[in-house]
């Protein structure tokens, strides 16, 4: 990876929604990353993608995230439609395409706590599975920093559980970057998207955000059942994460529908 990253080289004007494009806020978001041997994701995706991976200890280390949040106003972009709130945990790993050399995720797939989640999974073949998410978050009103963040998901692909908190004075502290900012583009700012589809299709997504607000929090317990099965993180590597940001509110832009490559 280069030595630097820049907000101002990878900020983009949002593209015109259009069609069955989607706008949601993520409450609760939070982003609780791993770093573990680049030799772990041997054969997780296809050719096309390069690991982008960092070096700690002189080692090369690629980057799993767990991303948890509840979608709130989950509505159209463009037109009066329903509204749904819903927990939902996102599992990704970040990527280089090198056919474009854009840093993006492979996406492993989502826990979503609503029926929705059947139009994604059966009509676009998406990595979606069914989980009872439930969060359980107290922030300090003077302050805006989390007291106590818990989510729990109950499901058979990708049970979990994870508690955070908050303290006063938390740096950012990211091991194998050469900066802060670098670090946040490189863990917030992926747009793109890729995965295989549950017919194993290849399969691409893209959203858009504005720079996100996070802030450091710190890991009490983990215990993420997906990432214990493949063999990427074992629990006990689980507690001790390479860096979590949480911030409580951002908004996304979801362009729809994903394509097939």
Request: net charge neutral; hydrophobic share 40%; charged share 20%.
């Amino acid at each position: 990876m280069p030595l630097r990253l820049s907000f101002d080289d990878h900020l983009t004007p949002r593209p015109a929604p259009a069609g069955i494009d989607v706008l949601c806020g993520l409450k609760h978001f939070a982003i609780i990353t791993y770093a573990v041997p680049a030799a772990r994701f041997a054969g997780l995706f296809p050719p096309r993608f390069a690991l982008d991976t960092v070096h700690i200890g002189g080692e090369a280390m690629g980057l799993v995230s767990v991303v948890p949040f509840i979608d709130v106003d989950f509505t159209s972009a463009r037109y009066p439609f329903p509204k749904f709130t819903m927990g939902q945990t996102n599992y990704r790993i970040y990527i280089i395409d090198t056919e474009t050399g854009e840093r993006c995720v492979w996406f492993l797939g989502t826990t979503l706590d609503s029926w929705t989640r059947l139009v994604p999974s059966l009509l676009w073949r998406l990595p979606w599975y069914r989980g009872k998410v439930r969060f359980d978050c107290e922030q300090d009103p003077a302050t805006g920093l989390y007291r106590h963040y818990r989510m729990h998901t109950r499901a058979q692909w990708a049970p979990a559980s994870v508690s955070l908190y908050q303290p006063q004075e938390e740096p950012f502290a990211f091991a194998g970057f050469e900066d802060t900012e670098t670090a946040l583009v490189y863990l917030t700012h992926p747009l793109a998207g890729f995965y295989h589809r549950r017919d194993g299709k290849l399969g691409t997504y893209r959203v858009w955000h504005k720079a996100l607000e996070v802030r450091p929090a710190r890991l009490q317990s983990a215990d993420f059942g997906l990432l214990s099965r493949m063999g990427l993180v074992s629990h006990e590597e689980q507690q001790h994460p390479h860096s979590v940001l949480i911030e409580p509110l951002n908004q996304f832009t979801i362009y729809l529908p994903p394509k097939v490559l």
